[in-house]
């Protein structure tokens, strides 16, 4: 790993020239005078060439290992679909570079695991964009776990779920190229941030319901529009984790649901001694019949698409802060492997 005294600038590629890449990784890579952004890839080099000029003179690809070999940089950012995570970050970290690949790590367990594996042996950061444990509300809580503040937390409900939230833009609602509908890509996000808040608990066993009902019957939403014949992911999951410790927690995502809210992102933590909820972040219990709000965050943090991306150049420079890591990536990649599983067969998944 690059050491603190790193020389400087540090050259810093990009995989995939998406909206994620535009709006998170390029941009906040420009606000930092020590990288440099010297090359975009995508297999569309109009959409490539669109992102380079936005940013500066990067140069621009369509072959990302040719990109890598010529361009050697020292960060990569794997912003492309979720089917090419995979093989994406294991050019990246073969040829080199540190990597920060947005969520999810990959499409299956045995990928991630690898990706792990990879980054271990070459010496190299890797990284994920789950950036919601960045939230200051997220740290908040952690602490307030760590402190012993909510007591032993036996029930944890994490929700993500939208009313009419089908995207209706890229590959969202193809499971090849997705590998799953909103769990993997909405549920995932309020998963990483509830197992991150309770410390990484060992698992148990996992089982799921899932469900599709609407998106293959209507064609638009609060999204856009999409071919309900070729909607091949879910509309949405219930699951419930159990830890090796006999606390529960239980997981409601969704693309399309008929619930009264437009929709929710938030995680609730019941403890013995105190309760919380992350986004705004805020603990509560009763005293003596009198409920007490023992500490409160006036508004959600908006911050933590930046947060996350700058906890993971800090840590390849060398400073010792917390990222997403490859290990953590893996857990929850076998997470959500489990839950689509039982899902898929109706039976309980033991790890």
């Known amino acids: 790993m690059k050491s603190a005294m790193t020389s400087f600038p540090l050259r ?5 020239a998406g909206q994620v890449a535009d709006k998170v990784h390029a941009s906040y890579y420009c606000t930092r005078e020590e990288l440099e952004l010297v090359a975009v890839c995508d297999s569309h080099l109009s959409q490539a060439q669109a992102l380079a000029e936005k940013y500066g003179q990067a140069q621009v690809w369509d072959d990302p ?13 794997v912003c492309s679909p979720n089917r090419f995570h995979y093989e994406h970050t294991l050019l990246a970290l073969k040829a080199g570079c540190h990597v920060m690949c947005e969520k999810p790590p990959a499409m299956t367990p045995e ?8 980054a271990r042996r070459m010496g190299k950061v890797l990284a994920y964009d789950f950036h919601h444990r960045f939230a200051l509300d997220t740290q908040l809580l952690r602490e307030q776990v ?20 089908v995207p209706g833009w890229g590959v969202f609602t193809n499971k090849a190229l997705q590998g799953g509908g909103p769990l993997i890509d909405l549920g995932v996000h309020m998963l990483d941030a509830a197992m991150y808040v309770l410390g990484f608990p060992l698992v148990k066993r996992v089982w799921a319901h899932s469900f599709q009902r609407i998106g293959t019957r209507k064609n638009c939403g609060q999204f856009g529009e999409w071919d309900p014949s070729r909607y091949t992911v879910e509309d949405a999951l219930f699951g419930t984790i159990e830890f090796h410790n006999g606390s529960i927690l239980r997981l409601e995502t969704s693309f399309a649901l008929n619930i009264p809210e437009q929709s929710i992102m938030n995680v609730n ?3 013995d001694k105190a309760g919380a909820t992350l ?8 005293r003596n019949g009198e409920l007490e709000i023992c500490c409160a965050r006036e508004q959600a943090d908006d911050h933590r698409h930046f947060r996350s991306m700058e906890a993971f150049v800090n840590h390849v420079q060398g400073v010792p802060v917390t990222i997403a890591d490859a290990e953590q990536g893996f857990v929850i ?5 489990a839950l689509y599983q039982s899902a898929e067969t109706g039976m309980c998944v033991e790890l």
């Open 12 to 16: 810093v590629a990009i995989i995939g």
């Open 65 to 77: 290992q040719l990109m890598l070999q010529t361009v050697k940089p020292d960060i990569v950012s």
């Open 111 to 118: 990928q991630a695991q690898e990706m792990r594996d990879t």
């Open 146 to 165: 760590t402190a012993g503040v909510l007591g032993e937390i036996y029930v944890t409900n994490a929700r993500a779920l939208r009313r009419c939230g």
């Open 269 to 271: 933590f019941c403890g």
């Open 279 to 286: 986004f705004p972040a805020q603990v509560y219990t009763d």
């Open 333 to 337: 990649q076998q997470l959500v492997a």
